[in-house]
């Protein structure tokens, strides 16, 4: 099975490709674990870089999801059954404080 990940970030490509980089920890841990993540499941990585005169649509839309500052969160039964299918994450990327699925994870504003 693989997974094609569309990216409009070339440092996030970066450190995905290199499984990792030196400046920033974060991002390299992140890199691993996602790597750790497909390696476990016997899964391959596909990585395209979109431009961002292509993507603008979906900035649009995620730029002002992130201005309304409305806390969105997947509803539970949903994560419940993706976990029970894919297995529990280590880290959410888009949480906060009232709305996190695991105990650790990324906050936009803290």
Do not use: C
């Not at 016997?42 to 409305?70: F, G, W």
């Amino acid at each position: 099975q693989s997974i094609l990940l569309r990216i409009d970030n070339m440092t996030a490509m970066y450190y995905i490709r290199k499984m990792g980089g030196t400046r920033s920890r974060i991002l390299n841990r992140l890199a691993l674990d996602l790597w750790d993540w497909l390696l476990a499941r016997q899964l391959t990585l596909t990585l395209q870089y979109i431009p961002s005169e292509e993507n603008k649509a979906a900035d649009l839309l995620s730029r002002r999801l992130l201005n309304q500052k409305k806390n969105w969160s997947l509803n539970q039964e949903l994560f419940d059954y993706i976990t029970a299918v894919w297995g529990k994450p280590h880290i959410d990327l888009f949480a906060e404080k009232s709305n996190a699925k695991v105990p650790l994870y990324v906050s936009w504003e803290h």
